[in-house]
């Protein structure tokens, strides 16, 4: 166990035995291997119905119920779910599935973006994630940065590409605190790659690599955080323009954007198997 006395957030302890575990589940037929998370509640409600999902398990939390859904994919079967806001919940909930029987994931959701030149829905592969949340540093010991998965990354460039998608790598920006995204921090992680700011990131890279799991994410443009104008943030519109939007409907604007430009699960189904038990772009070509 490392050991910072003066900073209890870096005490790391690789111990995988703790006081409490994720719970596990006897489920009829086994648990998918592969699953989406998907931070939109209505995304999923509209694919469960449409592709005549069968609700499978669920999780919960003081929130409520994750519901947790299951289809037949080119054969095989796919698990998604909502995993919740934040790093702590996500993580969370993440382990339960984990624990449930998935070894591969695909999230999906959306970012603030830190370039103005970036589109609404344009899609962003993060390459790395800084750890300005608390969550990853219960799971790695004390780091800047989280790397991805590099077989689930060549598996999404891949697939993006065949299917001709416009995408940009970058690392991201994982914070616990949307209220504490300061302008120097804003041009602090700008100057040293970030294009996006979200909350999860980092967590999922790190819950993955330390349950042995595999893990990918594609986030999408949806509001630019400005250094300029504080006490509000941009919502990007499908040309390139901007229009105000007072922080506090952050959500709504997300969700309204989101499913006005992209049908995630979709656009992106062939990446499940990019991150699922075969390592290779080959066997994910010819699945």
């Known amino acids: 166990m490392t050991d910072f006395p003066n ?7 690789p ?9 596990k589940k006897d489920i009829p037929g086994g648990f998918p291997d592969r699953a989406v998370i998907c931070f939109f509640r209505e995304v999923i409600e509209k694919v469960a119905m449409e592709h005549g999902a069968k609700k499978i398990s669920s999780v919960s ?8 859904y299951e289809i037949e994919h080119k054969g095989k079967r796919l698990a998604f779910f909502f995993p919740g806001v934040g790093a702590p919940l996500a993580a969370g909930l993440m382990e339960e599935v984990i624990a449930l029987g998935a070894s591969a994931f695909i999230a999906c959701g959306g970012c603030g973006v830190l ?3 970036i589109a609404v829905g344009h899609l962003l592969v993060p390459t790395a994630a800084i750890r300005g949340e608390g969550t990853s540093y219960h799971y790695m010991p004390p780091s800047k940065e989280v790397l991805a998965d590099a077989d689930a990354l060549q598996a999404i460039e891949s697939t993006l590409n065949a299917r001709g998608v416009a995408y940009r790598l970058t690392k991201t920006w994982t914070t616990d605190a949307f209220y504490r995204e300061t302008p120097a921090k804003v041009r602090k992680y700008r100057a040293e790659g970030c294009l ?3 909350m999860e990131a980092a967590a999922f890279m790190a819950v993955a690599r330390f349950r042995g799991v595999r ?3 594609i986030l999408y443009g949806g509001d630019l955080v400005q250094v300029d104008a504080p006490g509000t943030r941009l919502l990007l519109t499908v040309n ?3 229009d105000k939007w007072p922080l506090l409907d952050e959500a709504g604007v997300r969700m309204g954007v989101y499913l006005e430009n992209i049908e995630y699960l979709k656009q992106v189904d062939e990446l499940i198997t990019a991150a699922g038990g075969e390592r290779t772009v080959k ?3 010819g699945s």
């Not at 900073?7 to 302890?13: A, E, R, S, T, Y």
């Not at 111990?15 to 719970?23: G, K, R, W």
């Not at 939390?61 to 947790?68: Q, V």
């Open 283 to 285: 066997a994910l070509e």
């Open 215 to 217: 893990f990918g994410m």
């Open 115 to 117: 370039d103005r030149s």
């Open 196 to 198: 996006a700011v979200e």
């Open 61 to 68: 939390s003081e929130g409520g119920e994750h519901p947790i």
């Open 7 to 13: 900073f209890p957030v870096l005490d790391f302890d």
């Open 240 to 242: 390139g323009g901007m």
């Open 15 to 23: 111990d995988s035995e703790a006081v409490i575990s994720p719970p």
